[in-house]
């Protein structure tokens, strides 16, 4: 079992920067992606932005040139950078682990942009 607790969430204004960290409570051998995911109110949760175990990046088009994932290792740990928030980021982010066929989910953390 990997558990996931995510920090970081919060209110900021449009334009405004926020970093999202999520630690893993191990890693799974071998190959691994972990990500972040998120879910506004009345839309389906969806993938934001993936970092392989070998540092391979995936982001959503309405992300990228914005926001920056990266991961430690050593530490377990998966960061989202979040640069010139906008009111339609606002909503729970999700932090993911995939491992050997096995996907755990964090708790989300809120992230609200408004003035």
């Known amino acids: 079992q990997v558990q996931l607790v995510e920090s970081g969430g919060g209110l900021v204004q449009p334009g405004g920067s926020l970093r999202l960290s999520c630690a893993a409570s191990?890693?799974?051998?071998?190959?691994?992606?972990m990500g972040w995911y998120r879910q506004a109110p009345g839309k389906q949760r969806e993938l934001v932005a993936t970092?392989?175990?070998?540092?391979?990046?995936n982001y959503a088009d309405s992300v990228k040139g914005r926001f920056t994932i990266s991961r430690d290792n050593a530490k377990n740990t998966v960061y989202l950078q979040m640069n010139s928030l906008k009111p339609e980021d606002t909503a729970v982010y999700y932090c993911?682990?995939?491992?050997?066929?096995?996907?755990?989910w964090g708790q989300g953390t809120q992230v609200t942009v408004s003035s």
């Open positions: 191990r890693s799974r051998f071998g190959f691994n992606v």
């Open positions: 970092i392989t175990s070998g540092r391979n990046t």
């Open positions: 993911n682990y995939k491992s050997g066929g096995y996907d755990y």
